[in-house]
């Protein structure tokens, strides 16, 4: 290289030609160094990746601050996959669970329970409300048979960044025990055991790691994954036994997904090297906060307030000007290489664009610049919302 050779470009790679952005929360877009660990096979029983997933579990429990009290299981399957598993292994059959539902995810759990036949009671708050750490100590003061509070950290189907410090202290305070869904915020938004009492954490290889989907883990306390021995109602799912047979053979109990692992290994390698935790969300917030003024600039409204607003995904309102399809948009952006994602409300229209993966505020604005042309194209002339939609959040920061 020549001494004027231009300065690296701070700029994240593109995708290949004609490949798009996942504006998603996971699968999404990932680096090419995290798709070229795929390119070779792995023996499962094999030595060097019973070293893989040691070096996985280990990384995992550094990364969530967890000390010697903690273990990492993973699990194959999806995200759900994982849930299901932490859920089973952990409620025994005469537990009682309380799950905060605020989404989508909130009600996949408690159908989850309903699946694996655990009692349960469901505190709905709709489409987006936060469930609040004043209304969960009396619901469990209420009811002195629950035992468990499962709650989703961020909510993805909205966005909402769930008060996880207040859940977890009435949680504690009401001795009882919390089983976090930290699917879409972990490794992006801190949560420390040391000062957020939980029992086990639940996240995947495809969010705000970076890596590819195949897998998902849970970071629990020992004490629960010594006592979940004969809970599980179902054999895959098993997370003690996975536990154990880990734990004694350094392999997983079936197939696991190997090239999936390798790939993880380089998404741990690039997550570290860009400051953890910290860096990786000064990185998401940063596409937030551009996304978010980029896109109020052109007339668009959040769902939510800003206080609420997660640095993972966010909801925005669809227009209310006759000429916008959200069917149209999503093709028009997909045009200009951008995947968005449909909205999860059930009242008003709306769709989502994720902060996560390998973009940069390069990236959102390029969104933005996409969003505009494709509101020119189809002929709409304000990106401003329906007034019910703005009352209906009005009820939000009511
Ligand atoms: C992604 C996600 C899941 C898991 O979804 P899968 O499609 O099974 O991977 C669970 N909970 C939350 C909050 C999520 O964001």
Sequence with gaps: MSATAPAPSPRLEKPRLGEPYLLTPGPLTTSYAVKQEMLRDWGSWDDDFRAMTADM?????????ANEDFDCVPMQGS???????????????????????????????????????????????????????????????????????????????????NPIDEIAEATHAAGCKLLIDAMSSFGAIPLDPAQIPFEALVSSANKCIEGVPGFGFVIARKTALGTARGNSPSLSLDLHAQWAHMNKTGQWRFTPPTHVVAAFLAALSAHEAEGGI?????????????????????????LLDNRWLSPIIVTFFCPADPAFSFGRFYELMKARGFIIYPGKLTEVDSFRIGCIGQMDTYVMCDVAIAAKQALG????????????ALNERAKLLA
């Excluded at 579990?57 to 601050?65: E, K, N, Q, V, Y």
């Excluded at 937030?288 to 959040?302: A, I, N």
């Design 278 to 302: 910290a860096g990786r969300g000064a990185r998401y917030t940063d596409n937030r906060d551009t996304l978010v003024g980029e896109m109020r600039e052109l007339g668009f409204e959040t």
């Design 377 to 388: 194209e189809m002929g709409v002339a304000s990106a401003a919302p329906p007034d019910a």
């Design 79 to 161: 995200g759900t996959f994982a849930v299901e598993a932490m859920l089973g292994s952990f409620l025994p059959k005469e537990a009682k669970a309380l799950v905060l539902a605020n989404g989508a995810y909130g009600q996949r759990a408690a159908q989850t329970l309903k699946y694996l036949g655990r009692d349960h009671v469901v505190l709905d708050k709709g489409d987006y409300l936060p469930p609040r750490g004043a209304e969960v100590a009396r619901i469990l003061a209420q009811d002195p048979d629950l035992t468990h509070v499962v709650a989703i950290h961020c909510e993805t189907s909205s966005g909402i960044l």
């Design 57 to 65: 579990r280990t990384r995992l429990l550094s990364m969530a601050g």
